[in-house]
């Protein structure tokens, strides 16, 4: 599917906190997550990632491809499979398809993400603890999602 997004570092997560709040999106939840990602030898537009995240007190894993077919300093496009939720099952099976296609880990990040939504655009506001930084993305419908990060730059919340 299709994925549309300005991706800023911020300094504070809480302005554009706020500015969810005051605006009317809806917090959809709020997760801990270890992402490991894994870049193939073979095209470095396309990444692979293990997502492990607790919600509610329920931790999952999934997986899933991504393929960054346009991408600008704050904004891309690309492409994501559909998440395949791991078990102890298919974990083996996964690990034999990283390796067949020759992917190898180029990161293993920990945050924790806040996601908003209203209407066609999230938010996705992550808190990372390693590496220690804060980033903001901005997805949804092409339109909708120019229209806010026009809004926040204009109000100066982001860059």
């Known amino acids: 599917m299709k994925e549309y997004e300005y991706s800023f570092k911020v300094e504070s997560i809480q302005p554009i906190i706020k500015y969810c709040v005051n605006n009317g999106y809806e917090q959809k939840y709020v997760s801990k ?19 492990t ?29 559909i998440a395949l939720k791991v078990t102890d099952e298919n974990m083996e099976a996964i690990k034999s398809i990283l390796n ?30 390693k590496p220690k930084m804060k980033v903001v993305a901005v997805e949804g419908v092409d339109e909708e999602v120019e229209i806010v990060c026009n809004e926040l730059k204009q109000n100066k919340i982001l860059n």
């Open 33 to 51: 997550q270890n992402r490991i990602v894994y870049e193939t030898k073979n095209n470095s537009h396309i990444i692979a990632r293990l997502t």
């Open 53 to 81: 995240e607790n919600v509610n007190n329920t931790t999952s894993t999934y997986f899933d491809f991504k393929n960054v077919d346009n991408k600008n300093e704050n904004f891309k496009i690309s492409n994501e499979s």
């Open 100 to 129: 067949v296609l020759e992917f190898y880990e180029v990161a293993n990040n920990f945050r924790t993400r806040y996601v908003y939504q209203k209407n066609g655009v999230i938010f996705e506001i992550d808190d990372y603890t």
